[in-house]
């Protein structure tokens, strides 16, 4: 049985995140470390300038659990050497699963995958898991995947390559099947926007790639806007 420590960006009391400890507790003994509130966005920042809380709490499933006042990358580190100082020597780290896909460059912006690429850094196999709506509500087809590539990661892959995983936000037997995909160009056409009370806001939608054909996990026709196929993408760290 594995040693499996769970993250994610959406915080502790995520929908995604307890479906995702549901499933992994088949196959080993599960961790959970993750953010007291929403993170999105924050990318693999870790936090510096100030202290933060780590507060041991009880989760469903999980062995031990931590609820963290920092990013996504903080609860990885935590989670690691939280478990390291018990004597639990971690297999695999798994961040998710996140609402709203990982795509293209967008991951480059992600903490879903900042937090799982921190694992990697650490030498430790990394999974991020998303499902493609910011209003998920079906995590079956994501779990499904996550529990079975878990030993194909482990035996196949080297630590410093991280399995990057998106599903459609509908029942496993609506999607056609998986299909292995590049990594795409920019997600997004965004832009800022003013909006009442002095501020501003990042507005954007995925532009047509239809013309890079179907092995880029952006695009067309096999793109996860069309939900037919789940996508499994391979994201290797740059080596310093």
């Known amino acids: 049985m594995r040693n499996i420590l769970l993250v994610n960006d959406d915080g502790i009391d995520s929908e995604g995140l307890r479906a995702l400890a549901e499933a992994l507790a088949q196959k080993g003994s599960v961790y959970v470390c993750a953010p007291d509130t929403q993170q999105s966005g924050k990318s693999h920042s870790i936090t510096l300038s100030t202290a933060f809380k780590i507060i041991e709490t009880d989760y469903p499933g999980a062995e031990l659990a931590w609820r963290v006042l920092g990013t996504p990358a903080d609860c990885t580190k935590v989670g690691l050497q939280f478990c390291r100082e018990r004597g639990i020597d971690i297999d695999i780290v798994y961040s998710g699963i996140n609402k709203g896909s990982n795509l293209g460059t967008d991951t480059l912006y992600s903490g879903t995958v900042g937090a799982a690429m921190e694992a990697s850094l650490a030498g430790i ?116």
Request: negative net charge.
């Open 125 to 240: 196999h990394a999974v991020a898991v998303s499902v493609n709506n910011h209003d998920a509500s079906h995590f079956e087809a994501a779990s499904k995947l996550a529990v079975d590539t878990m030993e194909q990661v482990l035996s196949d892959l080297p630590a410093n390559v991280m399995l990057n995983i998106n599903t459609p936000d509908l029942p496993p037997e609506e999607i056609k099947g998986v299909r292995v995909a590049r990594l795409g160009p920019g997600y997004f056409d965004d832009h800022i926007v003013w909006k009442a009370g002095h501020s501003y806001m990042i507005v954007g939608e995925p532009p047509d790639y239809k013309h890079l054909g179907e092995r880029i996990d952006i695009a067309e026709p096999h793109g996860l806007r069309d939900a037919d196929d789940a996508e499994i993408r391979l994201y290797r760290r740059r080596r310093a």
